[in-house]
């Protein structure tokens, strides 16, 4: 079935670090890819998709591009600062209203 | 627009009560998604509504749980009788359509503890 792996945390970084968090998927047919970020206390947040490969979806300052060929999605952020402390998911979905979410990565930000 | 909107933010209650937590949607949205979140399993999709019609309940846990949804805004999660390990964060989502392209809406969830 199909499945998201993502990174291990948590993740400490500096301000103004720049940020990777990996998430690699397993799918049938062409998956739809989504990142959430949730702030402590919070619900989820949608926070960029793509749809297609080659895709790259950006919010915020953070981007993500859609690799068909590595099955990847890396979330990526050039300068972290103190308020992107949250749990990051990675998700996809193959068309249905299921959704498959990752175990999420919290990341934390020092000042 | 306000947004998902759950009601209460935080529940404690004895094993064995009865807790309902509620659930407005986004006006407009015809899907909403019950979800629970724990520690070791993470989130788990309990339960899809489409136009207000439950379509999947297969991730219900067992028979003390239920919910309705007796219009497009405004649903209820019900566990009854509720036990220690019910205890979790209760997030409720709606969604444009059932496909999921455009992505949910999460309210900011129903802590339950369960004593």
């Known amino acids: 079935g199909d499945s998201v792996t993502q990174m291990e945390g948590p993740v400490t970084l500096s301000e103004e670090a720049f940020l990777t968090i990996n998430c690699t998927y397993t799918?049938?047919?062409?998956?739809?890819l989504f990142w959430y970020v949730q702030y402590p206390g919070e619900g989820l947040q949608l926070l960029l998709k793509a749809t297609k490969a080659d895709d790259k979806g950006s919010n915020k300052g953070f981007e993500a591009t859609y690799r068909k060929e590595t099955t990847s999605f890396h979330l990526e952020k050039g300068s972290v600062q103190v308020s992107d402390s949250a749990v990051y998911f990675c998700a996809l979905t193959s068309g249905t209203y299921k959704y498959i979410f990752g175990t999420g990565t919290r990341l934390k930000v020092l000042a | 627009d306000a947004g998902v909107i759950q009601s209460p933010r935080h529940e404690v209650t004895e094993m064995g009560q009865e807790v309902t937590l509620r659930c407005k949607p986004i006006s407009g949205h015809n899907s909403l998604f019950w979800y629970r979140q724990t520690m070791m399993r993470g989130l788990e999709l309990l339960i899809y509504f489409n136009n207000n019609v439950p379509i999947d309940d297969s991730g219900m846990p067992e028979d003390r749980f239920s919910a309705k949804m007796p219009n497009a805004s405004f649903s209820t999660l019900k566990i009854q009788p509720s036990e220690p390990r019910d205890s979790a964060v209760y997030f409720c989502?709606?969604?444009?359509?059932?496909?999921?392209?455009?992505?949910?809406?999460f309210g900011s969830g129903t802590r339950l503890t369960v004593v």
């Open positions: 989502a709606s969604s444009l359509d059932g496909v999921g392209e455009y992505g949910y809406t």
């Open positions: 799918a049938t047919g062409y998956p739809s």
